[in-house]
């Protein structure tokens, strides 16, 4: 099987529809699948639920599908750094089911197990918390939360094999390897592509079973939400 792509676009162009469900890995701007997401655009699928961490800054990342409004639905952990986003939710133009971050990678991560629920403490008792099932365990209330599985994943790896082993980098670690698993199709982009057999079996953190699609992408704009400096020489 060549799961090996020429370009984003050919890799989403025969599998993207309207009204999927799709995941975007990464962790701010850090380890985002940005050839993947241009190509979304540029194909113009719309009213998309995009689950991810955060919908990127205004212009950048998951950014340039809210200006052109093809997301209908965001589930997400972090909603700041993007004036669109808030706008587009405060005027009711974008739907928002807003999660507590380590609630949001266990969904994702209980998702791609086949785990259908889990019970935790985080929200209880709070507007996170309302209309979902609670339970008593042990004298403690906890809250129910359904694991999330995407039509399509999109990852960003460091460097994979022409199998789809993937290996990811410091931060895009956060996200992606648990998006990887928690897609019926996951297209994992790809900074550097090296043949089978060529990586380390104990350096693999997502198997290539989970990966069916794969865009050579080197060289990737590396953009930063906000530059901190100093003078130079200051202490």
């Known amino acids: 099987m060549n799961k090996l792509y020429p370009d984003a676009r050919s890799a989403l162009a025969d599998v993207l529809k309207d009204g999927m469900t799709l995941m975007a890995g990464g962790f701010g701007l850090c ?96 507007i996170i918390a309302e209309g979902k099932e609670h339970k008593d365990f042990d004298g403690e209330t906890y809250v129910m939360e359904r694991g999330l599985i995407a039509d399509i994943s999109l990852v960003h790896a460091f460097k994979a094999d022409t199998e789809g082993n993937l290996v990811f980098r410091k931060t895009a670690r956060n996200f992606n390897p648990m998006m990887a698993t928690a897609g019926k199709l996951t297209i994992a982009e790809v900074e550097h592509l090296v043949e089978a ?27 930063i939400e906000k530059r901190t400096t100093r003078p130079r020489g200051a202490a």
């Open 31 to 126: 380890g985002i699948p940005t050839s993947l997401i241009q190509a979304i655009h540029d194909l113009g699928a719309k009213d998309l639920t995009v689950i991810s961490n955060n919908a990127g800054v205004d212009g950048v990342g998951l950014g340039i599908l809210l200006e052109t409004k093809q997301i209908r639905k965001m589930v997400s952990s972090y909603v700041g750094e993007n004036k669109l986003f808030a706008e587009q939710y405060l005027s009711g133009a974008l739907e928002l089911e807003f999660n507590p971050q380590g609630t949001l990678a266990e969904r994702i991560r209980a998702g791609g197990a086949g785990i259908p629920a889990f019970y935790t403490k985080t929200g209880v008792g709070t």
């Open 197 to 223: 057999g060529d990586i380390d079996p104990d350096d693999i953190h997502t198997p290539g079973i989970f990966v069916q699609r794969i865009v050579y992408a080197p060289n990737p704009a590396k953009p």
